[in-house]
C-alpha cells in the first residue's frame, strides 16, 4: 500500500502567524493559538474580534506573513521527506495567509480553508474547508488506499494524529503531551523523519 506524509504547517515547518502578529502589533491576546484553545472556530472568532477593535486589516497581517522564514531545519526536512514520500501539508491557516509561508517552502500541496473579507480589507469570517478538515483529508487518503503518517504539534492537529495509521507529535507543548500521551513525541527533524518514514 502506498503512503502518504500528513504534516502540520505553523509549529511544524513555520513559525506561528499568531505570535508574530502580536509581537509586531503590541497585543498579547493575539498570542494565543491551538496550544491553549482546543476551538478552533472560537479561537477564530476571538482573533477576529480583536482585529475589528484594534483596526488590523488583512494586508497588515499579510505583511506580517512576507517576513516569516521555515523554522530552522524545517526547509531541508521537507525537502527530504518530499524526494522519498508523497507529502501534503493540512493546516487550519488559509489561503489568504498562506502563498508567502509556500513559496517559502518551495511550494508544497497545501489543503486549508478561506476567509471572508470585507471591501473595506477587514477580516469578517472564516470559512472552513469542511468540520474537521485535517482529520476527514486523512480518512479521505485512506479511502483511497493510502496509509498515512501524519505530524503535528498541537490541539488542533490531534484528530489527524489518532486517525492517522501512525500519528506524531513534533516540540509539542508540555498540556499536549500530558493529555495524548499515546503519541510518540519527537523534538528534532532528524527523529521526525525517521518517525515518518521507518519500515514499522
Known amino acids: 500500500?502506498?503512503?502518504v506524509i500528513c504534516l502540520d504547517l505553523e509549529g511544524v515547518l513555520m513559525p506561528e502567524v499568531w505570535i508574530n502578529v502580536a509581537k509586531k502589533t503590541g497585543i498579547a491576546e493575539l498570542k494565543r493559538t491551538t496550544r491553549d484553545e482546543p476551538d478552533y472556530d472560537k479561537l477564530m472568532r476571538y482573533r477576529i474580534g480583536i482585529l475589528h477593535r484594534e483596526k488590523i486589516r488583512l494586508k497588515d497581517i499579510q505583511k506580517v506573513i512576507g517576513t516569516l522564514k521555515p523554522l530552522p531545519g524545517?526547509?531541508?526536512?521537507?525537502?527530504?521527506?518530499?524526494?522519498?514520500r508523497q507529502v501534503?501539508?493540512?493546516?487550519d491557516t488559509f489561503y489568504e495567509f498562506a502563498e508567502p509561508m509556500m513559496k517559502a517552502l518551495d511550494y508544497p500541496t497545501l489543503f486549508c480553508n478561506f476567509l471572508n473579507v470585507k471591501a473595506s480589507g477587514y477580516i469578517r469570517s472564516h470559512r472552513m474547508r469542511q468540520h474537521n478538515g485535517k482529520e476527514q483529508s486523512v480518512r479521505a487518503l485512506q479511502t483511497l488506499k493510502f496509509r498515512v503518517r501524519a505530524a503535528g504539534d498541537s490541539y488542533n492537529d490531534i484528530t489527524m494524529l489518532k486517525a492517522a495509521n501512525r500519528g506524531v507529535l513534533f516540540c509539542p507543548?508540555?498540556?499536549?503531551?500530558k493529555d495524548f500521551p499515546q503519541f510518540q513525541v519527537t523534538r528534532t527533524y532528524p527523529a521526525l523523519f525517521k518517525a515518518l518514514t521507518d519500515g514499522r
Open 173 to 177: 507543548p508540555p498540556n499536549v503531551v
Open 88 to 91: 501534503i501539508i493540512l493546516s
Open 1 to 3: 500500500m502506498s503512503e
Open 74 to 84: 524545517a526547509k531541508a526536512f521537507l525537502t527530504r521527506l518530499r524526494a522519498c
